[in-house]
């Protein structure tokens, strides 16, 4: 597959950042994006050649006029955490996708998923919808990432990170974890669809290397050439902060990550997986350093000084 023969692809989840990112670079290889969403017209995100079809995941005939003439896939879930919820929306899209006849569909699981239970909601939410993918006979790739770097270019850490060097964050600090950023998920997901011999696989896909907050730290120091600290945010104090913004059960949902980290049980979920991912994707991940030059940190400065009034 190539961008010569054109994909026709749904892509759940394209008003939110990651699968954003995903429906974008479609775009630029020249594959018709289309996807769902609840927003009004005048409410939707950019996402330049994208047909959006008004709908839920919810409601089994939005999902299906969804998947109505694609050929392939892209779900990312919403931020829900309520194993109904999910379990419901994975089967309306299963049920599309196998009577569209998707070729292949790419799960995307937001998170690393560790290998036995657990009693995290952010972690089997998302078992649950991928088994429900698989047991639907389309051809399926998951790909589970571990953290985004764009989490960090927010107001919650572009001041501190700006201003005084400081980067907080919810992971222990000696966990090791291979950062990625939204663009290098797309960039997988997009191999995911295209390359050959893939389906029934699951990636734990990451960046290249695997880095402690210290090691992070440095290479956001290099990239903003001034000095920085790791800071381990309590998972508590960063679920508070980020319920003003989402509302307590969707924090409590994202923050039972970090709550789970945090307990030590499963140190190395975040960490890379030795390249066999980007092997097999035949990606390159950008080094962090790389990504931070990139960002526009300056938006974030509290130094007002120069700046026009």
Do not use: K
């Amino acid at each position: 597959m190539s961008s010569q023969n054109p994909m026709r692809v749904a892509v759940v989840g394209a008003t939110g950042f990651q699968g954003g990112a995903v429906a974008r670079l479609l775009a630029e290889h020249r594959h018709a994006v289309r996807t769902l969403t609840r927003r009004p017209e005048g409410d939707r995100p950019p996402l330049p050649g994208a047909e959006f079809v008004a709908g839920e995941l919810a409601a089994p005939q939005d999902v299906r006029r969804l998947f109505e003439g694609v050929t392939h896939a892209v779900v990312t879930m919403p931020l829900v955490y309520e194993e109904e919820r999910i379990g419901l929306y994975a089967a309306n899209i299963a049920r599309a996708a196998r009577e569209a006849g998707t070729r292949r569909l790419v799960f995307n699981a937001n998170t690393r998923v560790p290998q036995g239970v657990t009693t995290v909601p952010a972690f089997e939410t998302r078992r649950l919808a991928e088994q429900i993918l698989r047991d639907s006979g389309v051809p399926l790739v998951v790909l589970r990432p571990p953290v985004y770097l764009d989490n960090l270019f927010s107001p919650w850490n572009g001041p501190g990170l700006v201003d005084e060097g400081v980067l907080a964050y919810p992971l222990p600090a000696s966990a090791p974890t291979a950062w990625i950023s939204h663009r290098d998920l797309a960039e997988a997901a997009y191999a995911a669809l295209t390359r050959e011999g893939l389906e029934g696989r699951t990636f734990d896909i990451g960046g290249s290397v695997s880095l402690t907050g210290a090691d992070l730290a440095a290479a956001f120091g290099r990239g903003l050439g001034r000095a920085v600290r790791y800071v381990p945010l309590r998972p508590e104090l960063f679920e508070r902060g980020i319920a003003q913004l989402l509302g307590p059960e969707t924090a409590a949902g994202v923050a039972g990550i970090y709550h789970y980290m945090a307990d030590g049980g499963d140190p190395l979920l975040m960490a890379g997986d030795d390249g066999v991912s980007a092997e097999a994707l035949a990606v390159s991940p950008a080094p962090v350093e790389e990504w931070v030059t990139r960002q526009p940190w300056q938006v974030w400065s509290n130094d007002t000084e120069g700046q026009p009034a």
